[in-house]
């Protein structure tokens, strides 16, 4: 009784319907539809959060009951061979539709407040989506139709959508831009920029002038296999390099093409609300002066993510004719960073969060160039995230960050460090030289790839003593030698008591566990095992497994024994 008293309560209701919806898109849907059915108050409110956030359109259209679902799916472009493919369809209307659907699919329509066109599940990235159902599947003519009853806009409540679009973009749902719309993707289907760019400007143009209220804009292509900056494998656009694409090919734009998507792109200069905007995955970069201008000229741009795809004699040319911009920016992603001059495009004293990109194959001069711009250009800098290239096996350098990474030293406010090495070393001069320059850190995440050696005992006492701020700390690997352990046997090695919280091994080597757990206890007393361990088995590293709290659970056991 009192359980079903309980879930008559509607504070309770929305809680229980809250937590669910926080869980991901393929699994809330089906737990929220479940809930809808435990009573009436559950079903009330939580066909509206179903409503709120649609995957696709075909709820709506099977409100209808002239909607019929077609035995073969119609190809929009009519059977042409050499026409450009576009979405299979796979209902129709038949006859007239009444009056009282009309009216139920306004009512319903209504709720609609996230539309997200997303690629279908279980289909492979070697076929293409416009062999797909992607899109609206109601067959155009019917759709047609169904717009003259219901009037426009047909969603008067949108909110945020994912539009797919594909060449010559003459079919696409566009008629669902409405004024309420506040958060656009624009999400192409190829790989291939020079596929692309037929009547763009008119896609672009067109859309933006039918919304210029526009506050976040992402394009984007659904080929990309990670696109969205969560991901764990996500990789922006960077030249030469890519993910895996169908059929070998490389998603490298032609110049031209290139040039000419982000002239299209340029009407981003009609949208003066805008704050957010990313293009991190198109196979453009930002090419040429004319998307960089406008961008750079939007005043209440704060959040950007793109990466640069402008030659660098060209790049000199752009700097000397296009002042720097971006004065509203507070966190910026870019990537193809090559020497540190694309970052001279960016006059943002307000900036706090930056994420860098670097192609294979630089210098570590370049590296220092780079992070020597970082200084200057951005004194503000909290949150630096540090994505490097590989390295030319050629040009091996023995302790690359204490070569490369002084720079970053004038930098006060600094509190939040991550660096990706990829296959370079890490050792303990490297991790001594960090601490001892950054003080003021409270997060470092510090990623590579453990070969024969690595940091030892003595780069986690550096950090403990040099970085009395720390709360979180990420490692690719540590070494406890047997020097370290006989000292933590002898009871020698010196206690610290960093109050960091948070502490994971990507790739921990000693001899016994016990030990090592010692030294951790006597550096780190004050870990939070408990969500150690959580984080832990979140985080997925490329190479390495968490080791780390298995000795951390067994330092809170026998710590204090230990230390007494």
Known sequence: MAAAHALSIPEIVLEVAGHVQAEPVSEHRPALARLARVNRLFHDHVVRLLWADLPNMDPLFKLLSNCVSLPTPVNAAGGNAHAAPQPLHSMRLVGPTPNEDIVRIREYAGLVRRLDFCRPTGIPFDESPNSTSRGIRLEPHSLASLLLQTGLPLLPSLTKLTLPVTPPYNSDPTFLICP???????????????????????????????????THLRVQSESYMHHDPADEHFTPWLSGEHDWVPDGHEPEADGASAQAFCDALAAVAMLNDLEVFSMATMSTGVAGRDLVTALSALPRLRDCSFG???????????LRTTPPGFPSLRALTVSNVVRGRELELFDSPHLRELTIYHPDRLTDDWYRNIL?????RFPGLRRLTWILGRRNIFAEAPDFLAVTIQPLFVLDGLQELSI???NRPVSDADVVFLAGGLPRLSRLDLRFHMAKTGPSARALLALARGCPSLRALYVGGVLFTEADEAQAGAVTFPFVGNRLQYFHIGDLRCEGEARAAMIVDLLFPFLDVRECRRRAAKDRWRKGHPRCWTVSRRTMQTGNRFLD
């Open 420 to 422: 990706d090495v990829q």
């Open 372 to 376: 020597e711009t970082v200084g200057r």
């Open 180 to 214: 309420s719309l506040r958060d656009l993707t624009i999400s192409f289907a190829d790989w291939h920029v020079d596929d692309l760019t037929e009547n763009i400007g008119a896609l672009f143009g067109g859309v933006f002038a039918q919304n210029n209220r526009l």
């Open 308 to 318: 640069i795809n402008i030659a660098q004699d060209v790049l000199q040319d752009v």
